[in-house]
T-cell receptor
Framework: QSALTQPASVSGSPGQSITISCTGTSSDVGGYKYVSWYQHLPGKAPKLMISGFSNRATGVSTRFSGSKSGNTASLTISGLQAEDEADYYC????????????FGTGTKVTVL | EVQLVQSGAEVKKPGESLRISCKASGYTFTTYWIGWVRQMPGKGLELMGIIYPGDSDTRYSPSFQGQVTISADKSISTAYLQWSSLKASDTAMYYCARLTSYYYFDYWGQGTLGTVSS
């Protein structure tokens, strides 16, 4: 089971919108609605941002939104803020592994 | 309130054994999978394995099969990750996390830093 592919880094200026992609296969991202996104700040536990590819977790800003098309899921951050600088990971259900989940490679978001 | 509280940081020598814990509270421990996730310095998150405490069904990533043991004690709502012989390459942050029936990890432990150095 290969990891889901994410860009290593994405950057944007405050106020801009950025999108992080998460590409898998028909056995994971493309075949199911079970894609989730996590924000990971240094020294902290990962934080659930999006589940079911588009459902914001409780308390998550509406600036974060998720979508999916074919084998690629996306996380969009609108109105980028300095506090959004972090690593972001996607995770998907997979029918190809007894682990039930496959992780993305992670994306470092930098606010310029 | 759901909580996963992990044991504290550990410093060990190569060849030593180690067991770290993840104590769950605020929900029925036996009805959710628990996953263990590794983050090596400067690297991404890796799923090591999962356990269903209800029946102790345990599954490992091929990368970790035979290298670690995942277990759970239902009587004290605690999951464990253990090594019998540590290597320097086991130095990492380790997280436990609860996997929901909709296949997302909704609660995470605070992380346990394991350092292996001679």
């Amino acid at each position: 089971q290969s990891a889901l592919t994410q860009p290593a880094s994405v950057s944007g200026s405050p106020g801009q919108s950025i999108t992080i992609s998460c590409t898998g296969t028909s056995s994971d991202v493309g075949g199911y609605k079970y894609v989730s996104w996590y924000q990971h700040l240094p020294g902290k536990a990962p934080k659930l941002m999006i589940s079911g590819f588009s459902n914001r977790a409780t308390g998550v800003s509406t600036r974060f939104s998720g979508s999916k098309s074919g084998n690629t899921a996306s996380l969009t951050i609108s109105g980028l803020q300095a506090e959004d600088e972090a690593d972001y990971y996607c995770i998907s259900y997979t029918s190809s592994s007894t682990l039930l989940s496959v992780f993305g490679t992670g994306t470092k978001v930098t606010v310029l | 309130e759901v909580q996963l509280v992990q044991s504290g940081a550990e410093v060990k020598k190569p060849g030593e054994s180690l067991r770290i814990s993840c104590k769950a509270s605020g929900y029925t421990f036996t009805t959710y999978w628990i996953g263990w996730v590794r983050q090596m310095p400067g690297k991404g998150l890796e799923l090591m394995g999962i356990i269903y405490p209800g029946d102790s069904d345990t599954r490992y990533s091929p990368s970790f099969q035979g290298q670690v043991t995942i277990s759970a004690d239902k009587s004290i709502s605690t999951a464990y990750l253990q090594w019998s012989s540590l290597k320097a390459s086991d130095t990492a942050m380790y997280y436990c996390a609860r996997l929901t029936s909709y296949y997302y990890f909704d609660y995470w432990g605070q992380g346990t830093l394991g350092t292996v150095s001679s």
